[in-house]
């Protein structure tokens, strides 16, 4: 791994220069120059949020720190609702969303159905990713890789792990090289096992955020960015760990099923809402065998009760 830039003294200049968000305390932020070294920055109160892998301008004001005066347009951008089910972003600028799950706790269809919806709607790839793979005997596999036809049909990919035997990390690590990648799943999957496979000098790179930040140590309630040996970037966030995906308006939430879009459109009335409607495309696709029965009851219950 290499970590973000470590603490030694640069020369800046009073103009604007770009930078990577790596992680935001709330009242401050780290910002990483193109030359690998840590800023401790504020931002200018007309900004917004400023989250997680955000590209920004910023203009130094003293020894390493600096204020940030601008945001550069995200290409993405993972959000999840709060108590109001007003949308938060919660990380920028993502290629992939890696779905974690695993044989214990069992896997959740309706939790990786509402993650690969987040992702659609965040315009990053989900791939999911069965970690703890040494519990599971041929039959069980066998099981699993039934459960999983669903997404395999789809086009999302699978990765079989498991980060207590090393195996099935290199083409994890494959998907991840070049790649702006976030990992969620719901608690019990082994992420931080993962992580810590994927991150062996995870420790040292703490400790220069720590120093950096002048905070004390880092904690893990911090969503923040590491850099990849092999390049890319990994993102590591307790937000994911109550995710919500709040409440999606139908024609945004039908988008966010990927095998949906083929047939949207297609129904008879144009504000179809593919629940019991006569004449519905979807409908048909599912009573065809092209989309699967058990998401479009996920797509049903998210547009009935959101993820409550």
Request: net charge negative.
């Amino acid at each position: 791994m290499t970590p973000p830039g470590n603490s030694t003294t640069t020369d800046t200049t009073q103009h604007p220069s770009t930078g990577l968000v790596i992680v935001n305390y709330g009242k401050a932020m780290l910002v990483e120059d193109t030359a690998g070294v840590l800023h401790r920055c504020v931002a200018r109160r007309s900004l917004g949020s400023i989250v997680c892998g955000d590209r920004v301008n910023w203009q130094a004001t003293g020894n390493q720190e600096g204020v940030i005066s601008a945001i550069a347009p995200r290409r993405s951008v993972l959000s999840r609702a709060d108590g109001t089910d007003r949308q938060r972003p919660l990380a920028a600028n993502i290629d992939q969303i890696m779905i974690v799950a695993a044989p214990e706790p069992a896997l959740e269809p309706f939790l990786v159905d509402k993650y690969t919806v987040a992702a659609e709607l965040a315009n990053a790839a989900p791939i999911l990713v069965i970690n703890k793979a040494d519990l599971l005997d041929n039959a069980a596999h066998r099981e699993l890789d039934s459960r999983l036809a669903d997404y395999v049909s789809t086009g999302y990919p699978v990765i079989y792990t498991s980060a207590r035997q090393n195996s099935g990390l290199e083409e994890l690590s494959d998907r991840l090289a070049g790649n702006t990648s976030i990992l969620v799943g719901q608690s019990g999957v082994g992420k931080s096992s993962l992580i810590r496979r994927l991150l062996p000098e995870l420790d040292i790179a703490i400790g220069r955020l720590s120093e950096a930040s002048g905070q004390g140590r880092h904690t893990t309630t911090t969503t923040t960015l590491y850099h990849l040996a092999h390049g890319g970037d990994l993102i590591d966030s307790p937000g994911v760990r109550d995710f919500r995906l709040g409440q999606v308006d139908p024609d945004t939430l039908a988008a966010g099923f990927r095998e949906f879009r083929p047939h949207i459109g297609h129904c008879r009335f144009n504000n179809c809402r593919h629940v019991s409607e006569p004449d519905c495309a979807v409908i048909a696709a599912v009573e065809d065998g092209l989309i699967s029965a058990r998401r479009l009851e996920s797509y049903r219950k998210l547009l009935e009760t959101g993820d409550r």
